[in-house]
Each structure stands twice: as structure tokens, then as C-alpha cells.
């Protein structure tokens, strides 16, 4: 007989009315069969189906959005195992408690062997510190954790913890599969019984709008079916429309979305795909993220992918800013819709990042030799006295605008970090450049020839 702790008491039972019963609670699957969306996961042969057939299951992290199925297969899990098996949430149950329950399966598994899968929902709200409290019972063999999080392991779950368990990763339910899920829900007897028909047209609208999120889908056919007049029109687009208002999109301004969406602007505006870009800002616009801190990234963005080949990015990039700042939104939304369509037609180059990626590599590794003297600045005599600034050329005072004078240390001499690309501006920057290289490379060759001097091999400006 299994046992189950109190995450799902909420499961219908005994006599309970089916109209106290929330409707994704009601279509939850109780078998592998009638999962939809989780083939990869589930199908024929694979790793997790062939774990729970044959009850053997190790510590495992259940990673994915909200209504991907976590808590469905958790379910089906407590339904088809013969360990014993408890499910707790992280938001309703402490630590304490856990190691409570965690003692108690050690005792259960020294008695008669039986074994303890341990449920934990939302595992990520427990700290580091208190995770580590599964570690001992995990490694010796008295519990088979499975924890369930909508947060990014690597962040959010004990390195040690993650080490001894496998990450199943729960894809975002596509727009299809939701759809499915809806069909199967409007022949419940329960959402029958209220006489209320939608568009098929409707039905894909909440199906699009759920950010593949299934029980956000089902409760917001719940909601309709609930707040319709009975055996009316059926319920179209705009119907629905005018019934939903305003949905609520799946973004999360502090978790995974919040990383993933702005990643996928970046990038975009990289690729110079504007299409992309501007759907992707109205994701975060629309999903209430600080506009200052997508103007943030749009100025690291404009430094780091269009560079030196279009300075005026970088600059446009700030004032659009500034412009956010001064007018707020939502009226700043048009700014930075600007902002993104000329970073991703800027010619692109990311010249000045790579070099200072590698300039920053060198320093890390290098044992940071001392400053040359003739670059040093001597503001006392006794400084002038040890060399400090001994041999110093004045660049503006030359033709040329630069001298043979070497300005990184001996064991970096000729040491090359930036490497100019020939797009855009950053053309005559590479050119300019270039010269100026020939030209230091020429006066030093002329400072090894004998009777040059050294006004001949500076050409000082006329007149100084």
C-alpha cells in the first residue's frame, strides 16, 4: 500500500463532489497512456518510462515550466511503484519535518527493505544549507528523492545533490499538445453539465495564449465555462476576449524566463534579425520588465556586437537610456523598439570585446610585470631620480602621432590583443591603425642604423 504525504490531498477522494474539484485537477492523467506532450520522455523504450515500469528508479530532479507534467508523473509514479511513497511541498512543509519523515524511512527500510521515494515539489525553495539535509539519506540508499523545480538546477539545487541525481528535463507543452488537452476537456462530464459551447477557434486561442502551460490553459476554460451565460452562443474570439481581458504571460522577472528571453533578444539582435528582436523586447515589455534594465543590456549589446563598426550605436544605445528614463512607460517601449531595430542593422563586430576577453586572459595568467619607465609619470624628483618617466615621446609633438616608444612591458613587447574587422567604421579604424604599427615598426628599424638621429628618425612636427 502506498503512503502519500500531503501534496496530494487534493486529489479527488472518496465522496468528494466533482464540482469542488478544480478542472485540471480533474483531467490529470493517472497513467502513462493518457499523458500527452511527454513522448520523448515517456515513449516506447525511454530512460523514465522504463525506470517507473520497472520500479527501479533512481534520485532524480524534475526540471521544467509550470504545467508540464511534473506533478502528473509524479502521480502516476505514486500509483505504480511498490516503495513506499510520500509527497511533500517545499512551500507547505519544513525541513524539520522532512528529516522527520526521512528518519522514519531509514527505520521502515532497516525493518523490512522497503524502500522510500520522497516527493519534494518546488525543492528549490529550500536553501543550499537545508538540501544538504537529503544528502545522507539519498547516498544511503533509504530514500529515492525526487524533487520537482521550475528553476534552473544549476542555480538553484546543491552541487553535491545534483551530483547524485538525474536530471529528467520537462519540455514546455506545444501549442498542439495543448490543444489536445483542451479537446479532452471539453467532453468532461463536468464542464458538459454547463451547457456552454466555444469556437474551435477559441479553443486555439487559449491554447496560444497559455505559454504551454496546460493547467493555465484548463483554468481558463474553467473560468469561461463558469462565467458564460448557459446554453447562449457559442463562445468566440471575442467573446473570449472580452470575458479574459488581459492574460497573464509566462514570464518571470526574477527566474529562468527572465535569463531565457533576454538571451534570445541579444541574440537576435545579433543575428541583426529585427523581427526576432522586437518580438522578443515586447515579451519583456509586455511581461512587466524593468525597461531600465533592458536598456542595460541593450548598451552592453551595442559595446559588444556592434562595436567599433558603427560607434554611434553605443551612443545612440545610451541616450535611448536616458530617454527611458526621462519618459517611463509605457511611452518608452517605442524607444527601445528604435533602439533594437538599428543595433540589428548595425554592421556588427565584436572586435573590442575580444580583445579585451584576451587582454583580461592575459593578465589572469601573466605575473603581471611592472610598469616600463619611460610610461611612468615622476611627480617627485626622487621618482625622476629612480627613472620615471626617462625617455618619455610625446606623441602630439610628431607628424606621425605616435614614436617608437614601447608601451607594454619587455615580455609583452609586439604583444597584439586587438584585432580590427573591416566592417563598417571600423575599416578606417583598422587602417588607421595599420599605419600607425608600420610607422613604429620603421622609426625603431631606423633607431638601429648607425648616423640616424634621433630628430631624423622622429620627424618632430615643424616648428616645436
Known sequence: MNETGNLFDTAPRGKKATGDVPLPELMRPDSLEGLIGLGDLLGEGKFLRTAIENDRLPSMIFWGPPGSGKTTVARIIAKTTRSRFLALSA?????KDIKAEMEEARKIRNHNSQKTILFIDEIHRFNRAQQDAFLPYAESGDIILIGATTENPSFEINSALLSRSKVVVFPTLDRNDVRSILGRAILHPEVQRHRIELTDEALDVIAATSGGDARQALNTLELIVQTAVPGGEAIDVASLEQIL?????????????????????????????????????????EGGEDALYIARRLVRASAEDIGLADPEALRLAVAAKDAVHFIGMPEGGVVLAELVIYLAQAPKSNSAYAAFEDALREVRRGDNPPVPLQVRNAPTGLMKDLGFGSNYQYAHNYEEQTTPMECLP???????????????????????????????????????????????????????
Open 410 to 464: 619587455d615580455s609583452l613587447a609586439g604583444r597584439r590583443f586587438y584585432e580590427p574587422k573591416q566592417y563598417g567604421q571600423e575599416s578606417e579604424i583598422a587602417e588607421r591603425l595599420r599605419r600607425m604599427r608600420e610607422t613604429r615598426e620603421t622609426m625603431r628599424a631606423a633607431r638601429k642604423t648607425p648616423g640616424v638621429t634621433e630628430t631624423d628618425r622622429l620627424h618632430p612636427r615643424k616648428g616645436k
Open 245 to 285: 481581458q488581459k492574460r497573464s504571460l509566462l514570464y518571470d522577472k526574477s527566474g529562468e524566463q527572465h535569463y531565457n528571453i533576454i538571451s534570445a533578444l541579444h541574440k537576435s539582435i545579433r543575428n541583426g534579425d529585427a523581427d526576432a528582436a522586437l518580438y522578443w523586447l515586447a515579451r519583456m515589455v
Open 91 to 95: 512551500t507547505s512543509a519544513g525541513i
